[in-house]
């Protein structure tokens, strides 16, 4: 059974840092893409992120470039976000994903099967 597990969330203030992990267990392919997505009170769910195991590339939204930046250690199964100079409007509880394939693009919320829990992001101005 595919899991998700999510962590890293937490309270930060404008400018600040965290590192958001999703370790994946249950399963031993590397032809798969995961996904991180947040989702902001009153909005929809967003794609922020993407990271092709097989081959390393990556995705970011506009918003996050050259702030956040994707990462894997196969060692540990994990993929990790992280996020820099954080800013108010990146508040919200953010989601780990996987659909199966390799390429990066599109990272589309309905083409992932398997979601881990999500993780609250706060940042205050």
Excluded at 65 to 83: A, E
Aim: net charge neutral; aromatic share 10%.
């Amino acid at each position: 059974e595919v899991q998700l597990q999510a962590s890293g969330g937490g309270l930060v203030q404008a400018g600040g840092s965290l590192r958001l992990s999703c370790k994946v267990s249950g399963f031993r392919f590397d032809d798969y893409v995961i996904g991180w997505f947040r989702q902001a009170p009153g909005k929809e769910r967003e794609a922020v992120s993407g990271l092709s195991v097989a081959d390393g590339r990556t995705y970011l939204t506009d918003s996050v470039k050259g702030r956040f930046s994707i990462s894997n250690d196969n060692t540990r199964n994990t993929v990790y976000l992280q996020m820099n100079s954080l800013k108010p409007e990146d508040t919200a509880v953010y989601s780990c994903a996987l659909r199966w394939g390799t390429a990066i693009t599109p990272i589309l919320v309905t083409d992932f099967y398997h979601w881990g829990q999500g993780t609250q992001v706060t940042v205050s101005s």
